[in-house]
């Protein structure tokens, strides 16, 4: 954490410093022409009066005058800080730190703040991930459990159905014999019935026929005196009878 504020800090501070030292260096090293032409325009003039009275040493003297504006010239173009422009580069070095300061004051405790607070959202969200993709290795877990369950439950479930198969295999097949003699007794039932009718029929129409031909023949062979005997007979039986 506070290597991620430090590198933060550190990038603010180097965006403000790239920003503010530019044109700091420029104005610092800027060199102030006016002055050492000035000089050589004093020595001029002074020289000047002197020419008047000795030439030679006039020449000299302007001689001298050119090589001193050269030499003061040349130290212009070399970059000499003059006490102005050290006290200005002091106050905007002065400044810059100050900002530095008020950045770091002011700006510090925002970012750690808020850099603070994302962390720890990226934290509760990571956390939340986390318990989430536990959640759902447990829901794998226990849904792997399950369908081993299922399937050892599948195999019962199949061994139990092929098994009440067979069971009701057997009582069908036990039901099925056990009808076909029921069947097979009325059958017979039916058909000894038909032949004890048939045989009843029979025996009448026997009955019958005989007593028709009984009567038949009787009726032939009867004399008129044993139609007599016979109706004498029949009044004893009826008289005995009373």
């Not at 030499?71 to 050290?86: D, I, R, V």
């Amino acid at each position: 954490m506070r290597t991620c504020i430090t590198t933060v800090v550190r990038s603010v501070l180097l965006a403000i410093l790239i920003g503010a030292l530019p044109p700091a260096i420029a104005a610092a090293t800027e060199t102030p022409a006016a002055a050492p032409h000035q000089e050589v325009k004093a020595d001029t003039h002074a020289a000047a009066p002197a020419a008047a009275g000795h030439e030679v040493a006039a020449d000299t003297h302007g001689a001298k005058a050119d090589a001193h504006g050269d030499a003061g010239h040349g130290e212009a173009h070399g970059g000499s800080l003059s006490p102005e422009k050290l006290k200005d580069l002091f106050w905007r070095a002065v400044n810059f730190l100050a900002l530095v300061v008020i950045l770091v004051k002011f700006g510090a405790k925002p970012i750690m703040s808020g850099l603070s607070g994302r962390q720890q959202q990226i934290r509760e969200e990571l956390e939340d991930l986390t318990a989430r993709r536990d959640e759902a290795e447990r829901a794998y877990k226990d849904f792997e459990v399950k369908l081993a369950g299922m399937e050892k439950e599948m195999e019962l479930i199949v061994e139990r159905a092929i098994a009440q198969a067979q069971v009701e295999k057997e009582r069908i097949l036990a039901d099925a014999e056990k009808a076909a003699e029921d069947i097979k007794r009325q059958a017979e039932a039916a058909v000894q019935a038909e032949l004890e009718d048939a045989k009843r029929i029979l025996r009448e129409e026997i009955a019958e026929q005989a007593a028709a031909m009984a009567e038949e023949l009787i009726v032939k062979n009867l004399t008129p005196a044993d139609q007599v005997a016979i109706t004498e007979q029949y009044l004893e039986r009826v008289g005995a009878v009373q």
